[in-house]
């Protein structure tokens, strides 16, 4: 059962230096999500994708663009990174049950 | 300004004793409200809902609560075990179930003691 699966797990990154977090889901979800977490402030939606072709900023979009390469993936890139994207990354995905998110495993950037 | 709060970051509990985590959120455009859990190194998963229409929702040893004149809901984990030892997160949606528009809180870590 992969469900939703990103890459990398683990990143370090120089201030300025750009980079692709990489997401797939295989449970032929429309709708997929990243998120940011950071300690005390919960999860923050930074885009969201309806559909394939689609994409929306959600609370935090700036400094990320993102790519919904098809129905399965969805990609999040920092073009120039700064260390206030230190954080942990989630991609997530939803079907038919309203609100239940189904998420991967994360991916922990560290921005030096 | 956060819309949701969880303002116990930590709780302790004694397994076989009753877990109660508490979600507070100051949006009366909530409608659709959740509770995900959370292990260290996983993402977290989808544990259990409440619309707004009800004030209960039973699942098994979890129970959410929703007082909507208080904008308060808080889950219940009776009996407690050792393996619901995890950040519990509450989100709440508006309009009705937009996955979009999960707002989630900050989270509280519950430790079940043996």
């Known amino acids: 059962n992969a469900g939703v699966t990103q890459t990398p797990k683990f990143q370090v990154l120089k201030t300025g230096q750009s980079m692709t977090l990489q997401c797939a889901q295989d449970?032929?979800?429309?709708?997929m999500y990243w998120y940011r977490q950071d300690p005390g402030m919960g999860l923050r939606l930074i885009y969201y994708s309806a559909s394939e072709g689609t994409t929306d900023k959600g609370e935090v979009p700036n400094g990320y663009n993102v790519s919904r390469l098809n129905k399965r993936e969805f990609s999040l890139r920092l073009e120039s990174a700064a260390p206030s994207q230190t954080s942990v990354y989630f991609c997530a995905s939803s079907g038919q049950v309203p609100g239940e998110l189904f998420f991967g495993e994360g991916s922990r950037l560290t921005v030096l | 300004d956060q819309q949701v709060k969880q303002n116990s970051p930590s709780l302790s509990v004694q397994e076989g004793r009753i877990s109660i985590l508490n979600c507070d959120y100051t949006?009366?455009?909530?409608?659709?409200f959740l509770w995900y859990k959370k292990y260290p190194a996983e993402g977290p998963t989808f544990l259990i809902s409440i619309s707004s229409i009800k004030d209960k929702n039973e699942d098994g040893r979890f129970t959410v609560f929703l007082n909507k004149s208080a904008k308060h809901l808080s889950l219940h984990i009776v009996p407690s075990q050792p393996g619901d030892s995890a950040v519990y997160f509450c989100a709440a949606s508006a309009p009705s179930g937009s996955a979009r528009q999960l707002t989630f809180g900050s989270g509280t870590q519950l430790t079940v003691l043996p």
């Open positions: 949006n009366s455009m909530f409608d659709y």
């Open positions: 449970m032929n979800h429309n709708s």
